[in-house]
């Protein structure tokens, strides 16, 4: 009985589903990433290409089918979505208390608006990794957030242009439910609400449990923390923690490998965009097999300025522990959350 369900465990862990959609997701991705990090590159402004290249994310939110006018105001949302978390975490990263306390707000507001608007995968994910990883940058002077604030614009204006030409130019149109389905029913809107409270409390934790180890990147904590509460059962909270853990495991060391070869930015920029194609088809289809290439994307995106001057050792040991720290964090809030007797008593 051990054996037999290791293998199945192993299966569901190693298991690529069937999705009917097209690579035009994975390019358009790809694309959108590309353009700002090459106007930062050829501008000899990498900051400006790694922070506007941020926003390019959020195209795996954009419904591929559907009427022209409700794809362009998913993604719009997702604009103002994206600059609002990154202002807040900015703003609010003077003090860790605070940040702590302000982080696990946003964290449950977001978390109650994509479950509200019915968000396709990964849902609030990225939206908490921006969050995080601005109010854990040092606080800066209002000039320099607004700058950065700026060059997330930036990035939003240019993702949204790009994906407006796909819609002009491809024009593919397709049968679909509304893609902004509000829920209506008491039950589901009091769900959400209790459900995002508990990601906000244990996002809040896993956000405080990294200072409190002064931890190196503390924003890593809450990102793997807010990865692994994302499954719809128990179950799947305790698989998404395991290929969270061996995914980022694996992800460190091939990063580690990267960094041995690479010496320069152009070849890091590069990098970026390709894993994003890579993770962009990979997510839906295997989480586990795409955390091998989220690792690496995600450290260069947050450290491509300072790659070169820091211990690639230490650096990737960081990482992992992190990500270690917000699994088990995660997996608490994720059985709070989905366990049945606990949701009875909720």
């Not at 465990?9 to 069937?18: P, V």
């Not at 389905?181 to 449990?209: D, M, Q, R, W």
Request: net charge positive.
């Amino acid at each position: 009985m051990i054996k037999k369900d290791i293998k199945k465990i192993l299966s569901e862990i190693l298991k690529l589903k069937e999705i009917k959609n097209t690579k035009d997701l994975p390019l358009l991705a790809s694309l959108a990433m590309a353009v700002p990090i090459l106007i930062g590159l050829l501008s000899n402004n990498l900051k400006l290409g790694i922070t506007a290249s941020l926003a390019a994310i959020m195209v795996v939110y954009f419904p591929l089918e559907g009427s022209f006018s409700e794809r362009i105001l998913m993604l719009i949302g997702c604009s103002f979505g994206f600059i609002s978390v990154y202002t807040i975490g900015l703003i609010f990263s003077f003090n860790r208390i605070i940040s702590v306390i302000v982080f696990g707000i946003t964290a449950g507001i977001i978390h109650w608006a994509v479950s509200h608007f019915k968000l396709k995968p990964p849902k609030d994910f990225f939206f908490i990794m921006l969050c995080s990883t601005a109010i854990s940058i040092p606080h800066q002077a209002i000039p320099k957030i607004a700058e950065n604030i700026g060059y997330l614009t930036f990035g939003t204006l240019s993702t949204c242009l790009i994906v407006f030409l796909y819609c002009l130019i491809i024009g593919k149109k397709s049968s679909l439910n509304k893609t902004m389905n509000v829920p209506h029913i008491p039950l589901e809107i009091k769900k959400n609400v209790i459900e995002s409270v508990i990601f906000g409390v244990f996002l809040s934790i896993a956000l405080g449990a990294g200072y409190y180890l002064n931890l190196v990147n503390p924003y890593w904590v809450a990102v793997a923390c807010i990865a692994v509460m994302q499954g719809n059962s128990a179950r799947h909270i305790f698989l998404r923690s395991i290929q969270r853990v061996t995914g980022t495991l694996i992800g460190v060391i091939f990063c580690w490998g990267i960094l041995l070869l690479v010496n320069n930015p152009w070849e890091i920029c590069i990098l970026i965009i390709i894993f994003q194609f890579i993770v962009e088809y990979l997510v839906p289809r295997n989480y586990g097999i795409a955390m091998i290439f989220i690792t690496p994307m995600t450290i260069f995106l947050s450290e491509a300025s300072t790659l070169f001057s820091k211990n690639h050792i230490l650096f990737i040991q960081g990482r992992f522990f992190n990500t270690l720290v917000g699994s088990l964090i995660g997996i608490v809030g994720g059985y709070i959350v989905y366990h049945k007797k606990i949701r009875k008593i909720i």
